[in-house]
Nanobody, 127 residues
Framework: QVQLVESGGASVQSGGSLRLSCAAS????????MAWFRQAPGKEREGVAA???????SYADSVKGRFTISRDNAKTTLYLQMNDLKPEDTAIYYC?????????????????????WGQGTQVTVSS
């Protein structure tokens, strides 16, 4: 059973930066495609960024140029560097892993393609 634990959420002012981390259990495989999703109050959960085992990445248009997803395969740890944060980035951020095999269109950031989920970490951006 893959377990994912997020950390790094906090309250920051607009324009600030945060780095989220997601530690995966020993059962996670370094070949898993992993991603970050977020859910804002009153809204559906949406994909933010994803990365495959080769390091290829995909981003939602709303975060391109501001957020960077990366991974440390040796430690099976996923990161999300968030710069120039805006109030609309306020949400609970979730780490997700697809399991194997890698979804054909993992780059579309679709929830059903990701089998394992963390509990989430709160990010609040004030203006």
């Amino acid at each position: 059973q893959v377990q994912l634990v997020e950390s790094g959420g906090a309250s920051v002012q607009s324009g600030g930066s945060l780095r989220l981390s997601c530690a995966a259990s020993e059962y996670a495989h370094s070949s898993d495609c992993m991603a970050w999703f977020r859910q804002a109050p009153g809204k559906e959960r949406e994909g933010v960024a994803a990365i495959d085992s080769e390091g290829d990445t995909s981003y939602a248009d709303s975060v391109k140029g501001r957020f960077t997803i990366s991974r440390d395969n040796a430690k099976t740890t996923l990161y999300l560097q968030m710069n120039d944060l805006k109030p609309e980035d306020t949400a609970i951020y979730y780490c997700a892993a697809a399991g194997t095999p890698t979804p054909l269109r993992w780059d579309l950031l679709l929830e059903p393609d990701f089998a394992y989920w963390g509990q989430g970490t709160q990010v609040t951006v004030s203006s």
